[in-house]
C-alpha cells in the first residue's frame, strides 16, 4: 500500500485547469519523480498535498485512509513535510528559531531553543546536515539554508518530504551532497516526492518519474527506461533539441573587453575583483557559477547601471567604463537583464512600449517630435512575428504574457539593428523548454552574424550547450576558462565552489 | 545662559524631561510591536487624542486618575481592533488607513470635549511617588526617583517588552511575522492572529498613552498631542524598532521640550520666538532619526498585507 496517494485530482483556477484527474502516489522508502515544465501543474498539486491549495475534486489516502488536509498545519501533524523552492526561512532569526517556530515550546510561553537546539545536533550528525543551532540564517551559505529547510522538515518528523526544486541553487557538488542526504532519508522508510526540471538529476536520483503537462499526467517511466530525450519530449509533447546545433564561426577581435575590473555589491562589499574578460565578436562566451559570486554586479556594471571602483570596461575599443547607460547602448551594447520583469521590461507598460523603452529616440517612430503610431505599430508587429512572440494584442501588458514570450519579447527588441555585444543574464530562467529551445537559437543566429554574447547562466546544460568557451566565475573572479568541448561538469563544478583548476 | 547651567535648573529638567517622554515612549512602544510584526500603523496620533480626551473627561466626572487610566485603554483596545479588522482581515492600504483613525481621532475628540465639556477645567493629576532610600541618592534621587507611578510603569514596560520580544513564542512568531509571513504561515503560524495581537497591544498602548498625557498635564484641549503620536511613529525607526531605542528616542524628545519650557521661563529664549520653539523637539527628533535610521533595516514585511499562495 503506497504511503500516500493522490486519486482524481482536479484544481481550476479562473480560466486554467491547473490540474486534471490526476493520479499520484508514493511508496514508503522511495523518490518519486514529478516532472514537467513551469505551469504544468506540479506546485499546485504539490501545494495541495500540503494544504496550501483545496481540491475541487479527488481524494487524498494517507496509508489508504482518505485525509482531508486542509491546512499546512494538517499537512505538519500528519508527517508531511515541503521544501520550498524559494526558501521559507526567516533571515533574522537564528537557525534554532527557524526550526522552533511554529512548534509548542517545553516551557509554555517562553522559547525552549537550549532544547531545540541539542535536537538540530543530534538529527545533524545522524543524516550528515551539520549546522550551527546559533547562527543568523542571513549569514549562512544557500546550501546550508537548504540544510535548514530540511532539519525543519525532519524535527517534525516528516515522514513524506516534498522537494521543489532543490537543487536549483547549488553547486554540482552540493547537488551530490544533497543527494547523498537524501538516499539516506529514504532507506530509514522516508517517501520523497522529488521536483525538478534538470533531466540528468532526474535521472541519477528518482526510483519512479511521472510527468505532467498542461495539468495532465501525460507519462510515466523508470530511469532505467528513459533517456533525457524522452523525458524532454512527454515533458513538451514533440521532440526537442536540448543543445542547439552551432555551425564553426570564425571568430574576430576582442569586441568586449575587461580590464581588472572591481565592483561593490548592494552591502558594501566588494562583488567582482581583479576580473579580465575579453568577449570576441562572433563568440558565445558563458560564465557558469553560482549565484550570488558577483554576476548580477558585473552584468550591471558593464551595463552601466552600477559603478565599476577600479578598472575599465571597453566595447569595440571605446571606453565606456562608468558612462551613462544610454551611452553605453549607444556604442552597441544589447543587454537582457536577469530579472524580466524587474529590470528587463515594465510590467504594466504594453507590448509596444516595452519595445518603444528603447526605440523612442529613434527618428523612424517620431513625427515632428510626437510618436507616429502607425509606424511604431508596423515596427513592433514586425518585432513580434519574426520573434514568434505569442501576445493577443500589441496593447496587451506584458505582466500577462508567459515568461517565455516576455522573454522573447525583451530578445526582440534588444537585438535589432545587430548590437556589437550582447549580454544575456540568464535567458531562459524560468522559461518552457520549446521558447528556451528558441531563445537558444536566436543567440546562436546572433552570433554567426558577429555580435560577442557574453550569456551569464546557472544552468550547467545552457553554458555547456551554448558557449565557445565557459569562464568559471567565483567570489568575483575568473576561476579560470575551460573549453567546453573538452571539460567535464565535474571540473567545472569545482571551480564553482572555488577550487583551483591546477 | 548661566542660570539655565545651575544644579537645581538642570536637575528639575532632567526630571521633568523624562515625565515629558512618557507618553511618547508608551505610544512608541506599542507602535514598535505592530512594525515588528509588519503592520505601520499612522493612526497612533488619533487612538492618543480620543484616550486623552476619554481619560480626561473620566478624572473630570469621578476624580480618580486610575479610571481614567482604564477609560484610555479601554478606547485604546476597542481602536486598536477597528486598526486590525482594516489592516489584517480587510487588507487595506496601511499608509492610508491610518490616516483614517488619525483623523477621526483629531475630530471626534474635539467635537466630544466641545459638548461634553465646553470650557476647559483643570482636573486631579497623577500622585507622586518617592521611593524610599533612592530618593535620597544625590541628585539621581531627584531626577529619577521622585516621578509619579506612572512614569515607572511605563519605564518598567520597557524590560517587559524586551523579555516578551526575545524571550517568548509570541516575540519570535512577532519577529518571524515581521519578516517572512510566508514563512511563518507554512509552519502553522497564524500570521492574522499575531499581528491582531500586537495591534491591540499598539492600541492599548496608545490610548493609555493618551489618557497619561491629558491627566499629567491636568488639562484638555483641541490637538493635545501635538502631533506627538506622529513622532512616536518617527521614534520607532530611530529606535530601530527594538523597545530600549525607542526609550532612548522618547527621552531625547522629552529632554528637548523640558529644555525649550525651561529657557521660556527663564527668557533665554524671547516671547516672540516661542512658536518657532515650540517646534524644536520635533525638529530635532527627526533630524536625530535621519541621522540614525539609516543605519538599520526595516522589518521586511512592513506595510505589506499578508496572502496566502502566489
Known sequence: MPMMEMRGITKRFPGVLANDNVDFDVQAGEVHTLLGENGAGKSTLMKILYG??????????????????DSPTTAISHNIGMIHQHFMLVETLTVAENVALGLPSSRGALTDL??????????GSQYGLELDPAALVWQLAVGQKQRVE????LYREARLLILDEPTAVLTPQEVDQL???????????????????????????????????????????????????????????????????????????????????????????????????????????????????????????????REVTKGSISIAGTDVTNHRPIEIRDVGLAYVPEGRLKDGSIADFTVSENILLVDHRDDRFLNRGLFDFGAIREHCQGLVDDFAVKTPTLETPVRSLSGGNIQKLILARELEGTPTVLLASQP???????????????????????????????????????????????????????DPATATREEVGLMMAGVSPD | MSEFFTEAVLIATIASGIRFGVPLLLAGLGEAYGQRSGVLNLGVDGVMLLGAFGGYYTVLKSDNVWLGIAVGLAIGLVLGVISAFITVTLKAEQGISGIGIFLFGLGMSDLLFQRLVGTPRPIDTFPRLEIPLLRDIPWIGEMLFRQNVVVYLAFLAIPLSMFVVNRTTFGMKIRAVGENPEAADSLGVSVAKVRYGTMLIGGTLAGVAGAALAIDLGIFQQNITNAQGFIAIALVYFGAWRPFGVMLGALLYGFVNATVIQWKTLGIIPDSWSDIAAMAPAVITILALVVVATRFRAPSALTKPFERGE
Open chain 1, 179 to 305: 543527494f547523498e542526504t537524501l538516499r539516506q532519508l529514504t532507506t530509514d522508510g522516508r517517501g520523497l516526492i522529488f521536483i525538478s526540471h534538470k533531466l540528468h538529476e532526474v535521472l541519477a536520483l528518482s526510483n519512479r518519474i511521472t510527468v505532467l503537462r498542461q495539468g495532465r499526467v501525460t507519462g510515466q517511466a523508470t530511469p532505467a527506461e528513459a533517456t533525457r530525450e524522452s523525458l524532454a519530449e512527454m515533458m513538451v509533447g514533440r521532440e526537442v533539441k536540448l543543445a542547439p546545433d552551432k555551425p564553426a564561426v570564425q571568430v574576430a577581435e576582442p569586441a568586449l573587453e575587461i580590464r581588472d575590473l572591481e565592483v561593490y555589491g548592494d552591502r558594501g562589499i566588494v562583488a567582482v575583483e581583479h576580473f579580465d574578460l575579453e568577449v570576441r565578436a562572433g563568440e558565445i562566451l558563458g560564465i557558469a557559477g553560482v549565484s550570488g559570486n558577483g554576476q548580477r554586479e558585473l552584468a550591471e556594471s558593464i551595463a552601466g547601471l
Open chain 1, 428 to 482: 531562459t530562467r524560468g522559461v518552457d523548454i520549446g521558447a528556451a529551445e528558441y531563445i537558444h537559437e536566436r543567440l546562436v543566429a546572433q552570433r554567426e552574424r558577429g555580435t560577442a554574447i557574453l550569456v551569464i547562466s546557472e544552468d550547467l546544460d545552457e553554458v555547456f550547450g551554448l558557449s565557445d568557451r565557459i569562464a568559471v566565475m567565483y567570489e568575483g573572479r575568473v576561476m579560470g576558462i575551460v
Open chain 1, 52 to 69: 496550501l491549495y483545496q481540491a475541487d475534486e479527488g481524494e487524498i489516502l494517507l496509508n489508504g485512509d482518505p485525509t482531508v488536509i
Open chain 1, 150 to 153: 530540511i532539519i525543519k522538515a
Open chain 1, 114 to 123: 537550549d532544547v531545540v537546539s541539542d535536537h538540530i545536533v543530534e538529527l
